[in-house]
């Protein structure tokens, strides 16, 4: 039995996906041996509605010097988070003077570059550094520290309080979430306003998209689950904005209370959870037979093409990959190799696993019959991109919402 991170309510795995490594822990075939491994198994709190990991290793053995993923690698995120900046100069800074803000998990720059060519105030906080140098050499001013109550008071002291904070694809990542969420009350005026967006439980939950649930992602968050955790910290919901990208997020708009009007998207988004049943049992026992469903027909797919003598490789070798590969158990046997465009993982093996992963170019030289597409959140880009792929006959096998064959 452990504690909630958020309120403390006892919590009780509902299921394991078994000994998992590092997702991102790519290494290189003389690492074999030396890898950390530990049990990833998510669970419910019935105190507060969080959804989370038991067990999470150490911060240092996931984000540092050689952190792998780095935002910029897709097109249409770029677009996306040039929207979401766009989103924030309209609905916040709209009167305000020298308007100030500071995003957290700033990674590459993807986000902030917005803000620094528009010519506005702003602090990116990264920590993992050779993201964060990317960002940097743009002129984005970023710091490489990991964020809480102290370094907010920090900021403040040298810049102000801030008129917003955002974070996109971060704040499921932190397991101090009561040390963020005061660091953020603390940050903002008055009148600030707090948006951040991350992987939606309740997509996750309709997709069976259970590759969302790996080492870094410590939450998987709802309305409901973050209305409790920020409401402990002075700070309310006041707008939820569903979007497409990571397979469903949610925008999550939370200001100090009483600060600003409450769009009706709350309630009818919060009541949407109720209904899905978000907050049930139930709802997590059938999500872990579904897992069980989709690990047995992606391997016996997987198995079937082998023995049909095909081609198979994987398509971007995702943090996701790893829940993925390690909970189905599936090795070289039966995928080649996966490619994967951020040179800082060709060459590598993939994280217990030990699929080679090669540069997106031997994908293109050499065209398999099928593509496992591990990638899926980006399969609109993806599909765009590769017709030379499927004009030649190659076809796509995905396994959110259902294992199959794309046609
Ligand atoms: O929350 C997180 C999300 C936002 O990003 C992090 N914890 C880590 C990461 O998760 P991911 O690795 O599952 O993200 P993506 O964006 O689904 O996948 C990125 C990987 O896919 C990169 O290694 C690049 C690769 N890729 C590729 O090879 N070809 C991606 C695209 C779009 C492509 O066309
Ligand atoms: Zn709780």
Same mark, same amino acid.
């Given at each position: ?17 078994? =000994? ?20 990833? =198994? ?7 509605? #969080? ?16 952190? !792998?993923?780095?935002?910029? *690698? ?7 988070? %040039?929207?979401?900046?766009? #989103? ?15 995003? &957290? ?15 506005? @105030? ?12 990317? !960002? ?5 001013? *970023? ?7 102290? @370094? =907010?008071?920090?900021?403040?002291? +040298? ?27 603390? @940050? ?51 707008? @939820?904005?569903?979007?497409? *990208? ?8 939370? !200001?100090? /209370? ?9 309630? #009818? ?5 109720? =209904?899905?049943? &978000?907050?049930?049992? +139930? ?8 897992? $069980? ?13 082998? $023995? ?11 943090? %996701?990959? *790893? ?25 590598? &093996? ?7 992963? /090669? ?7 050499? #065209? ?17 991109? +590769?017709?030379?792929?499927?004009? %030649? ?15």
């Amino acid at each position: 039995m452990t504690c909630c991170r958020v309120c403390g309510t006892k919590i009780e795995a509902f299921m394991s996906f078994g =000994a998992m490594p590092i997702a991102n822990g790519f290494l290189s075939p003389d690492e074999i041996g030396g890898e950390y491994f530990f049990e990833l =198994a998510p669970a419910f709190c019935d105190g507060c509605g #969080m959804f989370q990991l038991i067990d999470q290793p150490a911060p240092e053995k996931m984000f540092h010097e050689n952190y !792998a993923f780095y935002s910029s *690698t897709s097109r249409h995120m770029q677009t996306h988070f %040039k929207d979401f900046a766009g #989103m924030v100069i309209q609905r916040v800074f709209a009167g305000r003077t020298d308007p100030f803000v500071v995003e &957290l998990g700033s990674n590459d720059g993807i986000m902030l570059r917005n803000f620094k060519e528009a010519g506005y @105030l702003h602090l990116g906080v990264e920590p993992s550094s050779n993201v964060a140098d990317v !960002a940097r050499e743009q002129g984005i001013r *970023t710091i490489s520290e990991f964020f809480n109550l102290e @370094l =907010a008071k920090k900021i403040v002291a +040298e810049h102000g309080h801030a008129d917003a904070v955002l974070s996109a694809n971060v704040m499921c990542h932190i397991p101090d979430i009561n040390g963020v969420a005061a660091g953020i009350a603390y @940050l903002l005026k008055k009148d600030g306003v707090l948006m951040f967006e991350d992987p939606y439980l309740g997509s996750m939950i309709e997709k069976t998209s259970y590759d969302q649930i790996y080492d870094e992602h410590v939450f998987i968050f709802s309305g409901t689950s973050v209305g409790a955790a920020f409401g402990r910290h002075g700070l309310e919901l006041i707008d @939820l904005l569903p979007q497409t *990208t990571h397979g469903g997020s949610m925008r999550y708009v939370l !200001a100090p /209370k009483g600060s600003h009007p409450i769009s009706p998207n709350v309630s #009818m988004i919060l009541e949407k959870e109720r =209904a899905q049943g &978000l907050h049930q049992p +139930e709802t997590y026992a059938a999500f872990k037979a579904n897992c $069980e469903q989709s690990r047995s027909d992606l391997v016996g797919l997987l198995r079937s093409l082998k $023995e049909q003598g095909k081609r198979v490789v994987g398509y971007a070798a995702t943090s %996701k990959s *790893t829940t993925v590969t390690n909970y189905c158990g599936i090795g070289p046997d039966l995928i080649e190799y996966i490619s994967d465009t951020t040179p800082i993982k060709q060459g590598k &093996l993939t994280p217990g696993t030990h699929i080679p992963v /090669k540069p997106y170019e031997t994908f293109q030289e050499k #065209m398999p019959d099928y593509a496992l597409l591990f990638a899926w959140n980006h399969a609109v880009e993806i599909f765009e991109k +590769e017709q030379i792929f499927k004009a %030649k006959g190659g076809k796509w096998i995905t396994f959110v919402p259902q294992v199959g064959i794309v046609e």
